[in-house]
């Protein structure tokens, strides 16, 4: 989801923020981050980089700053990336709950391979595995942000949506890609197996229908 230029341009607005509210109060770091975000935003334009990181991004600042707008608190700043996350612990567990877990679901449909994975027990309980490492990830994040967001650590909450970011859902990733390949193999054998073998004695059977269907030659 853009690389390491992602995670520097996702932490810029977010340390921005936290310094210009340290230095000069909430209204000054709240159009701050916007700008940072806008500035990002034309520079990915300029070198003509893929701009759904930075639209997103610029949208989810924009939330935020609104939020920290309306009730006046930094802390606010960071209220919707919490609930965010919140609302996506519930979907993970849901989706595992009703046996269709969202890693398997997200990976396969962006890939066009369809929902035959879900057929397959093994592959299924991979896809819910790699879904409960993300939920894992949510869940930390609440519970660490959440605490921070109670007990009004503005700073140390720059640092944890920052630290808890992508180096912590690059680790339920790799979960991601160890159920996708497990699933890949694992169907991969089961069509092997579906195929029917051909004997001895059906290629004899083609090859005298072949040779009872072809006409006489006349000389």
Do not use: H
């Amino acid at each position: 989801m853009g690389g390491v230029s992602g995670l520097i341009y996702s932490s810029v607005p977010v340390v921005v923020f936290v310094l210009a509210n340290a230095l000069f109060g909430l209204m000054p770091g709240i159009w701050s981050a916007v700008g940072s975000a806008v500035l990002i935003t034309i520079i990915r334009i300029v070198r003509k980089e893929p701009l759904q990181p930075a639209i997103s991004g610029f949208f989810g600042i924009a939330i935020a700053a609104f939020i920290a707008y309306r009730t006046g608190s930094a802390k606010g700043f960071f209220l919707a990336g919490i609930l965010l996350n919140a609302g996506l612990l519930a979907v993970c567990v849901g989706s595992v709950v009703f046996r269709w877990p969202l890693a398997g679901v997200v990976w396969n449909f962006l890939n066009g391979k369809g929902m035959a994975w879900r057929k397959d027990k093994v592959s299924r309980r991979g896809f819910d595995v790699a879904t409960l490492a993300l939920a894992a990830v949510f869940a930390a994040r609440v519970v660490v942000q959440g605490w921070l967001y109670e007990e009004d650590y503005t700073g140390w909450l720059a640092f944890a949506k920052i630290a808890m970011g992508y180096p912590l859902y690059g680790l339920a990733l790799l979960v991601v890609v160890w159920a996708v390949r497990r699933s890949d193999k694992r169907l991969k054998a089961l069509e092997a197996e579906a195929e029917p073998v051909e004997t001895d004695a059906d290629i004899e059977a083609r090859l005298r229908r072949k040779y009872a269907q072809t006409p006489p030659q006349e000389a």
